[in-house]
């Protein structure tokens, strides 16, 4: 369950990242294949880490990248779903590339609230004038 | 509005993960952050290993379980410089973890400090401690597959060690598939076959030796 480990390092990055005052909205991670990351486990320990922070009600938006794998025949790289996918080529022993990254993408910031709604209110002074 | 940042998850442990590794390398020792499964033989193979070197080499054992001194009990029957790091719920070691236990070990005693991580393949992989070098431990009788299974530990490790050759009589291990995986994940990372009940460790006591020496030089 390194998931838990993760979304609490999250909270404390963002935390770095936050203006004071702003609410965030959504958090986006990208993270690398080799990792290991089980995307529900991690919306499940990012529900438990933002609990009573000022991150709660936020939303994880958790992208977990594709393999890239590397052709030894043809020396091509390619995206694939699974590792040691085999190449188009007809290649069997495709190699995996990186695919370790764990990156904190972006933070969305909720908008300001708006001017009051009843804007046809005028002043009682204006009366008088 | 969007804020781009484009950081590493993982700053502030990587950062204290530095501050470890600087007061590893000033104080002159070699360290290794041991990983594996719960059961491949971590444990073992650090007693066989401070029996070998016993007046040859100054080790010093952090080890990390959920819970229980037993390892480093087992271990303290060989060495002095060994702490016990329990991460109540956390599968793995974390850098802030470490710097406490580097906190209650003399480095100055030492040439080599192995940290025994978390019975576990995968998730302490992606935690910098501080340490030089990853050593994955794999035992053959957990399957020829866990290499293809698990390939971070493959791709981060410097030497991979597949421990329990004693039993490759009573057990099906495809040892060719199995360096096949390791060499398709990572080819610059070297396999080492030993059984740590047995004693077969000469390899592995060989490179140990050998970082040492270099460290010095």
Not at chain 2, 144 to 156: N, R, S
Request: hydrophobic content about 40%; some cysteine; glycine content about 6%.
């Amino acid at each position: 369950m390194h998931e838990f480990s993760i979304a609490t390092a999250l909270v404390d990055l963002v935390k770095q990242h936050c203006p004071p005052g702003e609410k965030v909205e959504r958090v986006s991670v990208s993270a690398g294949p080799m990792r290991g990351i089980e995307p529900s486990a991690m919306q499940w320990a990012w529900e438990a880490a933002i609990d009573e922070t000022f991150l709660e009600g936020s939303e994880l938006d958790l992208k977990i990248e594709l393999w890239q794998m590397r052709c030894p025949a043809c020396k091509k790289i390619f995206a694939a779903k699974n590792m040691f996918e085999p190449c188009e080529c007809g290649c069997e022993t495709t190699s995996p590339v990186e695919g370790n990254e764990l990156k904190l993408i972006s933070l969305t910031l909720a908008d300001p609230p708006g001017p009051p709604e009843n804007t046809s209110w005028t002043s009682p002074l204006s009366k008088t004038c | 509005m969007d804020i781009p940042i484009v950081e590493n998850v993982l700053k502030l442990n990587d950062e204290v993960a530095q501050i470890n590794r600087a007061k590893i390398r000033d104080a002159g020792v070699f360290c290794i952050d041991m990983i594996g499964s719960p059961g491949c033989g971590k444990t073992a193979l650090l007693e066989t290993t401070l029996k070998h070197l016993a007046g040859q080499l100054r080790i010093g054992v952090l080890v990390g379980d959920l819970t229980t001194t037993r390892d480093a009990q087992r271990i303290a029957q060989w060495c002095s410089d060994v702490v016990q790091i329990n991460t109540g719920k956390g599968c793995h070691l974390d850098a802030n973890q470490v710097r406490q236990g580097l906190e209650q070990i003399d480095l100055a005693n030492l040439d080599i400090l192995v940290i025994e991580n978390v019975g576990n393949l995968i998730c302490p992989v992606g935690f910098d401690l501080g340490q030089n070098v990853k050593v994955g431990v794999f035992s053959i009788a957990e399957g020829d597959d866990k290499a293809a299974k698990h390939p971070y530990i493959v791709q981060e490790a410097e030497l991979l060690l597949l421990n329990k050759m004693d039993l490759k009589p009573y057990v099906s291990f495809d040892l060719r598939q199995f360096r096949e995986d390791i060499d398709r994940i990572n080819s610059d990372v070297q396999l080492m076959e030993i059984s740590a009940t047995e004693g077969w460790i000469a390899d592995w006591v060989q490179w140990l030796s050998r970082q040492v020496v270099s460290k010095v030089s």
